[in-house]
C-alpha cells in the first residue's frame, strides 16, 4: 500500500497551483490551534546535548498532572501522536482490526500495512478517535468493549472531562494524546501513549532511545504545566469555533460536526467552494469519500478579514 494517505495541509502544492507564496495562504486545512503556545527561552544544551532523564521526567510528571493520568498507569512521549500510530500494529498478534469510519486514515492505515483486517466489525483491536476527526463524535465508555482498545485523544484537551483517561491504568486500553494540535506546535513533533506499564515499556524499547528531542521536553513541560494558558485558550477556541459557524452558516452552509479546533459542513458542492476559496488563498480541507462535506479549521485573529472577504 502506498504511504501517501489523504491528510490536510499540502500549501506548497495549493500554491503550486493556484499561484501566490506560502506566505500568502491561510491554511485551514488542519485543526490546529493558529495561536500557539509561545516557546519561550530554554537551554542552549537543549540543542547540543542528549536530552537526559531528568527533562524526560520533567515531562512525564507534567503530562501526568495536567491530564489526571492513574499512578498505576505509565507514560510515554514519542516525536508525535504519528510516529506511536505507526507502532501500535506490532504490539499484538496479526488479526483483525476494528475502526469505524469516517475517521483519522493513519490508524486504519498502519494496520492495513502491517498485514492486519480492517474492518468495522467487531476485532481483538478497537481503535476510536475520541473527539473524532472530522466528525466529532465522542465515544461513551460502554461502547468500548473490544479485547484491546486504541483511543486517540488527539483533540480531547478542548474537552478535558470527557477523557477516557481514567482507563489507562488497564492492561485493555491504550490513550495516545497529540502536542501538536491543542498547543499549535505541530512541528514541534511531540506525542503521548498512556497505558498499564507493561505495555509501555514494550512500546518503549520499539521506540528505542531518545526518542524526543531536548526543546520538546523542554517546551512540552513548559506548556503542560501552564494550566492558566489552557483555560483560556479553550475559552477562545470555543468562541471562534461559533464565530465559524455563524460566519459559514450566513453563507449557506450547514454546521454537521466538528471540534473547538475544526469544523465540518455540508455544502452543495465541496470541490467547487474549496476551489473558490483557494481563488483567495485559502486552502481547505475536503475529503475523497463525500462530494458535500468540507472542514475548516480557525483563522488566527488577524485572518478572520480574508475568509470573510472570500465568502
Same mark, same amino acid.
Given at each position: 500500500?502506498?504511504?501517501?494517505?489523504?491528510?490536510?495541509?499540502?500549501?506548497?502544492?495549493?500554491?503550486?497551483?493556484?499561484?501566490?507564496?506560502?506566505?500568502?495562504?491561510?491554511?485551514?486545512?488542519?485543526?490546529?490551534?493558529?495561536?500557539? /503556545?509561545? $516557546?519561550?527561552?530554554?537551554?542552549?544544551?537543549?540543542?547540543?546535548?542528549?536530552?537526559?532523564?531528568?527533562?524526560?521526567?520533567?515531562?512525564?510528571?507534567?503530562?501526568?498532572?495536567?491530564?489526571?493520568?492513574?499512578?498505576?498507569?505509565?507514560?510515554?512521549?514519542?516525536?508525535?501522536?504519528?510516529?506511536?500510530?505507526?507502532?501500535?500494529?506490532?504490539?499484538?498478534?496479526?488479526?483483525?482490526?476494528?475502526?469505524?469510519?469516517?475517521? /483519522?486514515?493513519?490508524?486504519?492505515?498502519?494496520?492495513?500495512?502491517?498485514?492486519?483486517?480492517?474492518?468495522?466489525?467487531?476485532?481483538?483491536?478497537?481503535?476510536?478517535?475520541?473527539?473524532?476527526?472530522?466528525?466529532?463524535?465522542?465515544?461513551?465508555?460502554?461502547?468500548?468493549?473490544?479485547?484491546?482498545?486504541?483511543?486517540?485523544?488527539?483533540?480531547?484537551?478542548?474537552?478535558?472531562?470527557?477523557? %477516557?483517561?481514567?482507563?489507562?491504568?488497564?492492561?485493555?486500553?491504550?490513550?495516545?494524546?497529540?502536542?501538536?494540535?491543542?498547543?499549535?506546535?505541530?512541528?514541534?513533533?511531540?506525542?503521548?501513549? $498512556?497505558?498499564?506499564?507493561?505495555?509501555?515499556?514494550?512500546?518503549?524499547?520499539?521506540?528505542?532511545?531518545?526518542?524526543?528531542?531536548?526543546?520538546?521536553? %523542554?517546551?512540552?513541560?513548559?506548556?503542560?504545566?501552564?494550566?492558566?494558558?489552557?483555560?483560556?485558550?479553550?475559552?477562545?477556541?470555543?468562541?471562534?469555533?461559533?464565530?465559524?459557524?455563524?460566519?459559514?452558516?450566513?453563507?449557506?452552509?450547514?454546521?454537521?460536526?466538528?471540534?473547538?479546533?475544526?469544523?465540518? /459542513?455540508?455544502?452543495?458542492?465541496?470541490?467547487?467552494?474549496?476551489?473558490?476559496?483557494?481563488?483567495?488563498?485559502?486552502?481547505?480541507?475536503?475529503?475523497? /469519500?463525500?462530494?458535500?462535506?468540507?472542514?475548516?479549521?480557525?483563522?488566527?485573529?488577524?485572518?478572520?478579514?480574508?475568509?470573510?472577504?472570500?465568502?
Amino acid at each position: 500500500m502506498s504511504r501517501h494517505r489523504d491528510h490536510g495541509g499540502g500549501i506548497d502544492a495549493a500554491a503550486a497551483r493556484f499561484g501566490g507564496e506560502r506566505g500568502d495562504w491561510l491554511d485551514l486545512s488542519t485543526g490546529i490551534n493558529p495561536v500557539p /503556545y509561545s $516557546i519561550g527561552a530554554f537551554p542552549k544544551d537543549a540543542w547540543s546535548a542528549l536530552p537526559d532523564a531528568a527533562a524526560s521526567d520533567a515531562l512525564v510528571q507534567a503530562a501526568r498532572t495536567f491530564w489526571n493520568v492513574p499512578k498505576e498507569a505509565a507514560i510515554l512521549p514519542a516525536p508525535g501522536a504519528s510516529s506511536l500510530i505507526a507502532r501500535m500494529p506490532s504490539l499484538w498478534p496479526k488479526g483483525q482490526v476494528s475502526i469505524q469510519k469516517p475517521t /483519522y486514515n493513519e490508524h486504519a492505515g498502519a494496520f492495513d500495512a502491517q498485514g492486519w483486517q480492517v474492518t468495522r466489525d467487531k476485532g481483538s483491536v478497537h481503535v476510536v478517535v475520541h473527539p473524532n476527526n472530522p466528525t466529532g463524535r465522542v465515544w461513551s465508555a460502554h461502547e468500548l468493549t473490544a479485547p484491546i482498545t486504541v483511543i486517540d485523544e488527539s483533540f480531547c484537551d478542548i474537552a478535558p472531562e470527557q477523557s %477516557h483517561i481514567a482507563r489507562a491504568a488497564r492492561d485493555d486500553t491504550i490513550v495516545l494524546k497529540s502536542f501538536g494540535k491543542f498547543w499549535g506546535l505541530a512541528g514541534l513533533r511531540l506525542g503521548f501513549a $498512556i497505558a498499564h506499564p507493561d505495555t509501555i515499556h514494550t512500546l518503549s524499547t520499539i521506540m528505542g532511545p531518545w526518542a524526543v528531542s531536548g526543546p520538546a521536553l %523542554h517546551i512540552g513541560a513548559a506548556a503542560l504545566n501552564d494550566q492558566a494558558w489552557a483555560k483560556i485558550t479553550r475559552l477562545r477556541l470555543t468562541q471562534d469555533a461559533d464565530r465559524l459557524d455563524a460566519l459559514m452558516n450566513s453563507q449557506g452552509a450547514q454546521t454537521i460536526g466538528g471540534t473547538s479546533l475544526f469544523r465540518l /459542513y455540508e455544502v452543495d458542492d465541496a470541490r467547487a467552494l474549496q476551489e473558490s476559496l483557494a481563488q483567495n488563498k485559502i486552502w481547505t480541507r475536503i475529503f475523497p /469519500y463525500s462530494d458535500k462535506w468540507i472542514r475548516l479549521g480557525l483563522p488566527a485573529p488577524d485572518a478572520w478579514g480574508q475568509l470573510e472577504a472570500a465568502l
